[in-house]
């Protein structure tokens, strides 16, 4: 059941925000939980008992780690170890599994049968999830949960249990005990949810139309424009897509009480790569640099290790994306051009006008994104050969003016909608304006926009079909 359903939007969600509030204070976390796991079963009917095994592994172990890290750390550091073995190894079996014997069998030749098991829902998310509040009892950072239901609740909350972000404990550990109902927050979570659902509804789904009408011509048949408009349009697509999902995740947090961390801030008005990481999918970045590239030594010992320590991230950050070469090759190449750009390029690139170095930006991300889509490594290379004109194709043909012609608008609309400037307008106008000023025409002025943004959506949905959600494979 994806945010973005007719289902979810009209029937789950009223029915969740009523049992909710109607419930006692002492039952709200008991009825949130029973909502979840109801939302989690509607397309996971089985792999809901994974992730209670995770649930209650994870507390387990945190109770562990807790009672024992200041009288015997061993036994402290042996639950941590416990703990992060078992996440790893069911996220590595379910996920990597056939991606392993997959790779085995093309390097010495073996047959060995793949597994076939269909990738439970948000695994990546709720595993990344349990292996950081291990890892934050042991560290000191937050108290071992005693209640299995808080906790429980904690791993299967359904706002972000799918696609994130990726919330650690200690952000909500004071939320998850005691939450108190505030108008103004509801209300806010309402409009963040309506925005989400306008970036992945009106724009994530009409934008991805066209990258599907290119994809579906073949690379042979590209023309190098085509093939350039083809990658625009999925740079939109899985932005406003995931973005939009992220919001819509936040906005529900919010309406249950709950601030969930920002996970996106405008990535492609950023001038370098480290930039854009510091934008795009922020809490996966964190979660990385907390747990894994600090630990290994950070940017402190010597170049070698800053090197070696970026390579790691960044190999793995592409790993977690997806069981996959192609997403290991995206997380390297980032991992490259990091790299790069620490060892100078971006002193260099700072004295250049501030277009340029957007320039620079935009097209690696796109060249990024060929990488990222065709899990066909030789695919891949083909479409970026087209886009360098390496193809033996023309510059454009009918084809390409026609989708130029009929989608124009959306991409400028969509480029728009990927900065600040609608946001930077509508606080000058209120500035500005002595109207607009008052704060009954604000509000009335909102009421309108987000039900038109909440209209126009479900007209969508429910004259059209196209409805993907990129990250569900994650």
Not at 353 to 369: D, E, N, T
Not at 416 to 440: D, G, Y
Request: a positive charge.
């Amino acid at each position: 059941m994806v945010f973005s359903s007719l289902t979810f939007l009209f029937f789950f969600l009223p029915i969740a925000i009523l049992l909710y509030y109607i419930s006692p204070r002492a039952m709200k976390n008991f009825t949130l939980l029973g909502v979840s796991l109801f939302f989690y079963a509607w397309g996971e009917p089985v792999y809901i008992i994974l992730m209670i095994f995770s649930a209650l592994t994870d507390y387990i172990h945190g109770r562990i780690i807790g009672r024992y890290r200041e009288q015997r750390p061993l036994y402290a550091k042996l639950g941590l170890v416990s703990s992060l073995v078992v996440n790893l190894a069911v996220l590595s079996f379910f996920k990597y599994a056939d991606f392993l014997i997959g790779s085995i069998n093309s390097i010495i030749g073996t047959g060995v049968e793949p597994l076939d098991l269909p990738l439970p829902i948000g695994i990546s998310f709720y595993t990344f999830q349990t292996m950081s509040y291990a890892i934050d009892v042991y560290r000191g950072n937050v108290r071992p949960q005693k209640n299995i239901i808080t906790f429980a609740l904690y791993v299967s909350l359904f706002p972000q249990l799918i696609a994130g972000p990726i919330v650690r404990y200690e952000i909500i550990e004071k939320e998850l005990m005691n939450r108190t109902f505030q108008l103004s927050q509801f209300a806010d979570g309402v409009r963040i949810f309506i925005i989400g659902l306008g970036k992945k509804v009106l724009v994530a789904n009409s934008i991805g139309q066209l990258w599907a009408s290119v994809e579906s011509q073949g690379v042979s048949d590209l023309t190098v424009l085509a093939a350039w408009l083809g990658i625009i349009a999925f740079a939109f697509q899985i932005y406003f897509d995931f973005s939009g999902y992220s919001d819509m995740a936040i906005g529900l947090g919010k309406m249950f009480g709950f601030s969930f961390p920002t996970n996106f801030k405008y990535p492609y008005i950023a001038k370098n790569a480290s930039e854009f990481w510091r934008r795009w999918h922020i809490t996966l970045g964190s979660w990385f640099r907390d747990y894994v590239y600090i630990p290994l030594g950070g940017n402190r010992k010597g170049q070698f290790v800053l090197y070696r320590n970026l390579f790691i991230v960044w190999g793995l950050t592409g790993l977690w994306h997806g069981a996959s070469w192609n997403y290991v090759l995206w997380g390297l190449y980032f991992g490259v051009l990091i790299g790069i750009e620490r060892a100078g390029l971006l002193k260099w690139l700072e004295k250049l006008p501030r277009f340029v170095q957007h320039g620079y930006l935009l097209i690696a991300i796109l060249f990024s994104w060929v990488l990222f889509v065709f899990e066909d490594i030789n695919e891949g290379i083909r479409y970026a050969q087209v886009m360098v004109g390496l193809g033996g194709r023309p510059l454009y043909d009918t084809a390409f003016l026609y989708d130029l012609y009929t989608n124009g608008v959306l991409l400028l609309v969509a480029g728009l909608l990927s900065t600040p400037l609608f946001t930077r307008l509508w606080k000058q106008c209120v500035e500005r304006s002595e109207i607009i000023r008052n704060e009954w025409i604000q509000t009335a002025l909102q009421v309108v926009f987000f039900m038109a943004i909440l209209f126009l959506s479900t007209a969508y949905l429910v004259d059209d079909s196209f409805n993907p959600f990129l990250y569900f494979r994650f």
